[in-house]
């Protein structure tokens, strides 16, 4: 899997994933050490990477603002980091980087969260489709809505 990592994520969780096989970059070593949460989830969607973090902030942008990028979310101390890491190797063996990609992961000692990441179809009523097509009136998007979020777990 390939994975980009956030600044916050501790080297010995890279360097795990790296001896596992899994290609992790950091958000440094690609010349975005300074850079904005969207510009660094907007660069994991584009080099089709999952992006890993400790910065809970990321929910916020993946849902609200819909990015459209997977997210693991790792809420990991000194204290918990074997059970966290034990957990993240859980997660990566039951789902495929694929089902990765298009999800939302909060990973805690013992167990996880997944929550799938909203749809991305043409007839959402997300600002970026109005401004595309102004020919169509908001009455009409109201009248052909159709559900826009699907969550498990």
Not at 137 to 149: D, F, H, M, V
Request: glycine share 8%.
């Amino acid at each position: 899997m390939r994975f980009l990592r956030d600044q916050d994520v501790w080297a010995m969780t890279a360097r795990l994933l790296r001896d596992t096989g899994h290609d992790v970059v950091t958000a440094a070593s690609i010349g975005l050490a300074e850079a904005g949460d969207a510009d660094l989830l907007t660069t994991a969607r584009d080099q089709h990477r999952i992006f890993v973090t400790r910065d809970r902030d990321f929910g916020g942008l993946v849902f609200l603002r819909n990015f459209g990028t997977g997210v693991i979310y790792l809420r990991i101390s000194p204290s918990t980091q074997n059970a966290v890491h034990q957990e993240l190797f859980r997660v990566l063996q039951e789902h495929s980087e694929e089902e990765l990609t298009k999800a939302f992961v909060v990973v805690e000692p013992g167990r996880h969260r997944f929550r799938k990441l909203v749809s991305t179809q043409p007839w959402c009523h997300c600002e970026r489709f109005l401004r595309s097509n102004p020919q169509i009136g908001t009455g009409e998007i109201a009248s052909s809505q159709k559900p826009l979020l699907a969550m498990t777990g």
